[in-house]
Structures are given as C-alpha cells and as structure tokens.
C-alpha cells in the first residue's frame, strides 16, 4: 500500500470561468426555454406549476455576499444567477468558500449590458422584480402582500449593491419592486439587510408555490399557554394536591382507628 501525505501539497485550481449570456428566452407551451448565449443557446425544462425563477447581481462586491447568494439560490432552487461583468465581486476562492461549492456545482453566468438583458427578457415575457428599501415607490409591494403562493409568472430578481442598493437605470427598468418592511418598531441605526439575506428572505416569497407542492408532514405541537392560563393551572394543581393530601391523611387516621 502506498501511503501519501497531505502535508507540505497544493493543489492548483483552473480559474472559474462566467458563461456570458445575452438575455432569458420567451417560455414555451413545452414547459421549456432558452438562455441566449453568445453564438448559440440552452435549453431549460421547468415544472407547469413552478414557473422559473433567476436572479441578476447589480454590481454585488463583496465575493462573500456572492458566495452566499449562489449557495441560497442553489438550495432554493433558482433555475441561474446572472452577474455583471463590471463592477461585481469576482469568482475568487473567497466567493468559492462561501458558497460552500455551489460556484463548482453549475455554470456561473455573466453579463456585459444587464440593461440591455433585462429589456430583451421583459419582451420575452419575463417579469422583472427589483429588491428596493423604499416602500414609497409607486410599484413596490411590501414582503407580505405577495401571494403565498409566489410567482405565477417567468421572473427575474434583481438584487442590487450593499451600499447603493439598485442603480438608477435599473430601477427605472423594473416592472416591479418587493420591499422587506423592518418589524422592530424602536429606533434603531439597523435599517436594513445584508444583501445575501434579504435575498433568501425573498426567495422564500417569490418561490413559496413550490414548498407548497412539497409533501406536508404535518404534526400537533403545544399551544404556548398565556400567563392567564398559567395561573388557572397552578391554582387547579395546587388544589388537587391538597385535596390528594387531605384524602392521605384521612386514609391514615381511619387506618389508625380501625387498628
């Protein structure tokens, strides 16, 4: 048996390499579609009821930011993330590590012009939904009004940078924005998310029809009992153990008179 030694060993690594797209291709009849790639195209196959779900990367530059993306989207089951060529977070061993292999596992693709994507998907028949912090612009929707059953449409999501958010010409773009309201309802200098969990939070709403064709283990869990019902409970032990101890000591003194 040859023993080797992992000691003192570094394995090279090609660099990763972005699959440049053009833009997403109208949905057949078939279920089916097509990613235009340069000089030729890929064929997609999704489910009737789960219409397919892509994200684009604004301008992400924290390569753990992208890591985690590409592993959520991955996990979520994201038919493709598209990131643009310019300005974004390379596919270094830093994205690689925090993608837990999820960068290794299918095509990264890229994008010269996400403008000019976003237009020729939009006239393919694809919704275009961009994560915004506002609630005021005229077509956001707040997190909790979308269907629970999530899209009914081919989307694409747009998430954009961790400091400016979506740029100006992409927003403008947008048929519409999905808004993450903040609950804590106290002053704060927390007002908003990291780009990779507001992502997965959004997944999550966007793609709920597809956890709804899951098979549903469903099981009876305690109710969490109200102080209210805490104190009934307590008086009603508490009275069933004194009346316990007074049948006991009257077991007792009749057990004492008989002898």
Request: hydrophobic fraction near 40%; glycine fraction near 6%; proline fraction near 5%.
């Amino acid at each position: 048996m040859t023993r080797f030694s992992n000691v003192g060993v570094v394995l090279e690594a090609s660099k990763l390499e972005e699959t440049f797209v053009k833009a997403l291709g109208p949905v057949s009849e078939d279920n089916t579609y097509n990613v235009m790639i340069r000089g030729m195209s890929k064929k997609f196959i999704f489910q009737p009821d789960e219409p397919p779900v892509w994200i684009a990367l604004d301008e992400v530059v924290d390569p753990q930011n992208l890591g985690a993306i590409m592993r959520t989207a991955l996990f979520m089951g994201v038919d493709g993330v598209i990131i643009c060529h310019k300005n974004s977070a390379p596919l270094s061993a830093v994205a690689s590590k925090a993608s837990a292999g999820a960068i290794e596992e299918r095509p990264t693709y890229g994008v010269t012009s996400l403008m000019r994507l976003i237009q020729i998907s939009q006239s393919n028949g694809w919704h275009v939904v961009g994560a915004h912090l506002s609630p005021d612009l005229k077509r956001s929707r707040p997190l909790h009004t979308w269907p629970v059953t999530g899209v009914d449409q081919p989307t694409l999501l747009i998430m954009g940078n961790e400091g400016n958010g979506l740029r100006k010409q992409i927003a403008d773009q947008c048929d519409s924005f999905i808004q993450i309201p903040c609950v804590n309802n106290n002053d704060s200098v927390v007002d908003s998310l990291n780009v990779s969990v507001a992502t997965g939070i959004i997944l999550a709403k966007l793609m709920n029809g597809r956890f709804l064709n899951l098979p549903m283990n469903l099981k009876k869990f305690p109710h969490r009992i109200s102080t209210k019902d805490l104190k009934i409970k307590a008086k009603k032990e508490a009275k069933a153990a004194k009346a316990e101890a007074k049948a006991e000591a009257e077991a007792e003194a009749e057990a004492k008179t008989a002898n």
